[in-house]
């Protein structure tokens, strides 16, 4: 993809869920969009824009929680990876985050989450800056298997960079001051809600991923090499790509000891 489009309709492959239908009157809203992709050396940088998305009273038949559920279960951390995407385009990918970024909710519709989405060599290059960032701090005697981790993502298709948006919060915190010290944690729990809901995406149309934190050591380099505003802050690093293997095993403590529930309906 390249440069700015409009998004077009939300798919789930049929495999996993059928599409919610609805039948009723459409209103519709403006909303600003912030997204940038970047591959093979050809980008666009940042931009602020407005379209018009619709918001729909629904009469329809939703999926089941059960469908959900699979894919929440499905969805693992997978190392190494590939940079076999299989049959699914950038163009695709990018639709994916770009309509999880719009409707993934966050506190008092703040929208404070921003993306960047890197294919090619532009992820590749991310995982060069991570690489020379950390070579000038790791021991030389740990610096084999920190650069073996490296070259691994690096080996992938694509890098998925999460950021929110500082100057929205801090507008929010100015706007509503008796929550002003809860917005920091609100824009933390809509990033955390958005990097969740394109990891299950991505497991859904087959990919495999594993989330990074590499912030804030390669904040300033990500932010000079793709020209990132400066309110944009790193959260995480989802590294994506074709799967090589099975996910490792994952241990359960026993859910009676987290979970609780009173009363009766």
Do not use: C
């Not at 985050?97 to 993934?104: I, M, T, Y």
């Not at 999460?162 to 917005?183: H, I, S, W």
């Amino acid at each position: 993809m390249r440069g700015h489009t409009f998004l077009a309709p939300s798919r789930l492959r049929a495999t996993t869920a059928s599409l919610i239908r609805s039948t009723s009157t459409t209103t519709f809203s403006k909303l600003p969009s912030f997204s940038v992709t970047l591959s093979n050396n050809k980008f666009t940088k940042p931009f602020t824009s407005n379209f018009y998305t619709t918001t729909s009273k629904m009469s329809s038949t939703q999926i089941s929680a059960n469908a959900v559920l699979d894919l929440i279960k499905q969805r693992r951390t997978y190392y190494p990876l590939s940079k076999d995407l299989g049959s699914l385009t950038t163009e695709r990918i990018n639709e994916i985050v770009k309509e999880a970024l719009q409707h993934v909710p966050s506190s008092f519709n703040s929208q404070s989450n921003r993306v960047v989405v890197l294919f090619g060599a532009e992820h590749e290059k991310l995982w060069d800056i991570t690489t020379e960032t950390l070579k000038a701090i790791v021991p030389e005697d740990s610096w084999a298997s920190t650069a073996g981790r490296m070259a691994m993502f690096k080996g992938a298709a694509g890098t998925i960079l999460f950021f929110e948006d500082e100057t929205v919060v801090k507008g929010m915190q100015e706007k509503f001051a008796l929550y002003a010290d809860r917005f920091p944690i609100w824009a933390t729990q809509s990033d955390a809600m958005l990097q969740h809901t394109l990891w299950v995406a991505l497991e859904a149309e087959g990919l495999g991923a594993n989330l990074q934190h590499y912030n804030p050591l390669i904040d300033a380099k990500v932010a000079e090499t793709w020209s990132v505003p400066e309110s944009w802050k790193l959260n995480a690093q989802l590294v994506f790509g074709g799967k090589t293997g099975d996910a490792g095993e994952k241990a359960f403590d026993p859910v009676e000891a987290k979970f609780k529930t009173f009363g009766s309906a």
